[in-house]
């Protein structure tokens, strides 16, 4: 990540003050000749002197403001060469020093030290003066900052005044991380403070300065005297650690290295497509929870209770290949689960499948259950699968389009008797031999029966069905190829969808004009009902991401004119 790290100090003398940087040295770009293996002359030289340069650069700092530094502005002598960490997968090095290594980024670490302990940017957004707060420009960088105090009992109001910043040029990039920088900046700085306020406790058992000074006389010959010793106390002493700035600098190099390797970059190749927009809105809404549990009181039983409601529909992020866990035979593919049930049954699951009705498996065996959901929820976008892999009681049809039910879980009546679902009884026939089963004998070891209360029939629709039927009856055809076939028809009737939800919610058209898209879109015709079921059901599954998109050009279009 190109970003540095610094701990700042307001000293009561010489004001604000940056104590310790840490910057990430990222590796020169091969050359063509070093990429062949042969060495390039002088690029150690070069090296050399730019870190020559910068050490130069550090000890003509520290030779101009010595007359000003007292020990509470200096953490390390001019003449200690600092510490460096390599990163052995990456080349990177991360040095730690008083100052940043590069000339160029000295002031811009000085400005974000003074803005950062400037009462008029902390008063505003940190009550208190101790928090996190972000500021900054595209010409000096973006700064994220965390204030907070150090006990120390020489000093006025017995605390100093401290803030770590990360320095960074991407807004975004830092905006992002910012639960993940608050969470482990705030680990580093209550290690600060636990560890001064042990030394400040031990002090006042000692010596009790407010005593002490509410018995003084004030004299005003004394007070700058005192108030220059009261301010030469280094962080070093107020927190007795030997080993301070070493420690500080490993967490520094971690921070920067875990800040830079946990958000990736990902190449696309086109756009990204409804199902994958989805997926990274549900995993960003289960982080954004979970981080929420996390900081709630009462954490355990509360985030238990969260994650059994997450299982009842979030659920399909999760990997199939944990069905594998499961003994006994399972579907394999759309083609395997047909040539078990038979080409009429399974048309008929699939067309409540397609139509967004809820389809209930019921059975003692929750591998085989999960492994026919996992294959038939590919029928659907992502937006529009809820899933329940196995239940110990009903779920209703608002929860969930897949449930999975023990084999004792009655149905009940408002659901055996509605047309809008579907149940799938699977029963053992030889269970004393489950032992001896192949992954191939399901239909030898199973039955299979499928019952509902719809009376609509299901040869006529709708099209994309009939595509998929066609492909699957061709043995020709390997699973691999009818996969890809469901894919580009998946695509295909989303990109209908996507049509019609502009045509007909975003631009509010009417029945007459909706009618005329249909026709269109090739919707109308044998199955035309199912198809228009079909188109309804998976507008559902559009992302938010679409949908914003679509409602913001239109805004923007009808403020155009007036413009």
Known sequence: MNALVALC???ELHGP????????????SPSPSSQTGAPVPGDRDRDGDREGEGLTMRANSSATQRGEMCEGCRSLPASHPGFVSIDDETGIRFLSHQHPRQPQLFSVVRQACVRSLSCEVNSDVCPGREGPIFFGDEQHGFVFSHTFFIKDSLARGFQRWYSIVMVAMDRIYLINSWPFLLRHLRLTIQSL????????????????????????????????????????????SLTQHPNLWASLHSSFSWLLKACGSRLTEKLLEGAPT????????????????????????????????HKSESELGL?????DEKINEFPGPKFRSLRHLRQVLGGAEFRQLVWHVLMGNQVIWRGADPGLIQSAFTVLKS?????????????????????????????DVPIPTHVSSSEFSVLVDVSSERSCQMSAVGEDDISSTYQFTISSANTQPTDRGPALLNKLEVALSNENLSVDVVSHCLLCLKEEWMNKVKVLFKFSKVDGRGREDTQKVLALLGATGPGEEDNVRLLKFWMTGLSKTYKSHLMTAVRGGERSPSQ
């Open 17 to 28: 003050r940056t104590l310790f940087c840490t910057e990430a040295l990222h590796p020169p």
């Open 9 to 11: 100090h307001f000293c």
């Open 193 to 236: 403070q636990s560890t001064a306020l042990k030394v400040f406790d031990n002090e006042q058992g000692v010596c009790p300065q407010r005593s002490v000074r509410m018995n003084s006389v004030f004299s005003p010959a004394v007070f700058p005297h005192q108030r220059s010793g009261n301010a030469a106390r280094s962080l070093t």
């Open 274 to 305: 409804e199902d994958t927009l989805v997926l990274i809105e549900k995993q960003t809404e289960q982080e954004e929870e979970m981080s929420c549990w996390e900081g709630a009181e009462g954490g355990g039983s509360t985030s238990q209770r």
């Open 315 to 319: 659920d399909f992020l999760c990997d």
């Open 379 to 407: 029928l659907l976008p992502v937006g529009c699968v809820r899933l329940v892999p196995y239940s110990a009681q009903y779920e209703e049809a608002y929860k969930c389009n897949f449930l999975g039910l023990s084999p």
